[in-house]
């Protein structure tokens, strides 16, 4: 069973940055794909970035060249970011961390059915 602990949230005026991270219980098997996705108001969550273990990331068109996604391997943790750049107020959202295990080799899909582990959110608000 994986826990996921986002934090690094706020607030920020548009074209500024945040880095929100990721805490995840060690379980390297069922982290092997993880992800953020985002929820507004209103409206369904969506997949926003996707990293594998090996690294190999996908992103949904609406944050490429403005978001990057890592993860940190280190020994005995694993966090999970995502550095979100040149933000716009359309980025205000609920972020939330996912993960789970596809098979070996599987492409870590941006599908929130893809994935069985989840946060809680961090707020991320962008005011015009």
């Known amino acids: 069973q994986v826990q996921l602990v986002e934090s690094g949230g706020g607030s920020v005026q548009a074209g500024g940055s945040l880095r929100v991270s990721c805490a995840a219980s060690e379980d390297r098997y069922s982290t092997y794909c993880m992800g953020w996705f985002r929820q507004a108001p209103g409206k369904e969550r969506e997949g926003v970035a996707t990293?594998?273990?090996?690294?190999?990331?996908?992103?949904v068109d609406s944050v490429k060249g403005r978001f990057t996604i890592s993860r940190d391997n280190a020994k005995n943790t694993l966090t999970l970011y995502l550095q979100m750049n040149s933000l716009k107020p359309e980025d205000t959202a609920m972020y939330y961390c996912?993960?789970?295990?596809?098979?070996?080799?599987?492409?870590?899909?941006?599908?929130?059915?893809?994935?069985?582990?989840w946060g809680q959110g961090t707020q991320v608000t962008v005011s015009s």
């Open positions: 996912a993960a789970d295990h596809p098979g070996w080799g599987a492409a870590c899909s941006l599908r929130l059915g893809f994935y069985s582990y």
């Open positions: 990293i594998r273990s090996d690294g190999q990331t996908n992103y």
